[in-house]
């Protein structure tokens, strides 16, 4: 079913149902070449998917989802966590201001995580 899931709809109902469960995740996004070709960017087809969790999921849990995610879609995923303060104000962190000017595609919306 998996298979059908990311090959039908690709990564982000999979790391959202993999990031979901997870606490210490208040929200995630993909970024990078996936989330600009989703975004109608011309280039080349990526050949990773880079996602920013927000929050403090634990490094074990990182590792997990990261390497189920990478097995479901058969892709290498890159996870990079941030906490919230840092992602409040990414112009403080030359990494965050480049993630927040370019495209983002939401996988866990910060408001269904405080409900």
Request: aromatic content about 6%.
């Given at each position: 079913?998996?298979?059908?899931?990311?090959t039908?709809y690709?990564?982000v109902p999979?790391?959202?149902?993999?990031l979901?469960?997870?606490?210490?995740?208040r929200?995630?996004?993909i970024?990078?070449s996936?989330a600009?070709?989703?975004?109608?960017?011309p280039g080349?087809p990526p050949?990773?998917?880079?996602?920013?969790?927000v929050?403090d999921l634990?490094?074990d849990?990182?590792i997990?989802?990261?390497?189920?995610a990478?097995?479901?879609l058969?892709?290498?995923v890159?996870?990079?966590r941030?906490?919230p303060?840092?992602w409040?104000?990414?112009?403080?962190?030359?990494f965050l201001?480049t993630?927040t000017?370019?495209?983002?595609v939401?996988?866990?919306k910060?408001e269904?995580?405080?409900?």
């Amino acid at each position: 079913m998996s298979d059908i899931i990311a090959t039908a709809y690709g990564p982000v109902p999979v790391l959202r149902n993999l990031l979901g469960p997870k606490t210490g995740v208040r929200e995630a996004y993909i970024y990078g070449s996936w989330a600009a070709r989703r975004s109608g960017e011309p280039g080349p087809p990526p050949r990773d998917i880079d996602v920013v969790v927000v929050g403090d999921l634990g490094l074990d849990d990182m590792i997990q989802v990261q390497e189920a995610a990478r097995d479901q879609l058969r892709t290498d995923v890159n996870i990079h966590r941030v906490d919230p303060a840092s992602w409040a104000h990414p112009g403080d962190n030359p990494f965050l201001a480049t993630v927040t000017s370019r495209p983002l595609v939401q996988i866990i919306k910060a408001e269904a995580r405080d409900a």
